[in-house]
């Protein structure tokens, strides 16, 4: 699975440029209510998210995996990089 071509088919939205980062617009409006506090979901939440399939979620835990160690201005640093999107 090629991340370039398979990350646009893991979450169809479009993404704003902010200043810290890309942001996911609906996801930004359904978690900003937990502002600074864990966020906290419901089994049928958890469970809506394990419906993707086992080759995205390697996906994803090979993108978690890559960028789990880097601060928070580290990664910042990352997507205002030149070239990135």
Excluded: Q
């Excluded at 996911?24 to 900003?32: D, H, M, Q, V």
């Amino acid at each position: 699975m090629n991340i370039h071509t398979e990350c646009k088919s893991l979450y169809e939205c479009n993404f704003s440029a902010w200043n810290f980062g890309p942001v996911a617009i609906p996801l930004y409006k359904e978690f900003r209510k937990f502002g600074n506090e864990n966020i906290t979901l419901t089994p049928d939440e958890i469970n809506k998210g394990n419906s993707i399939s086992e080759e995205k979620k390697g996906l994803l835990n090979n993108i978690y995996n890559s960028f789990k160690n880097y601060s928070a201005i580290d990664l910042v640093r990352i997507t205002h990089m030149a070239g990135s999107p």
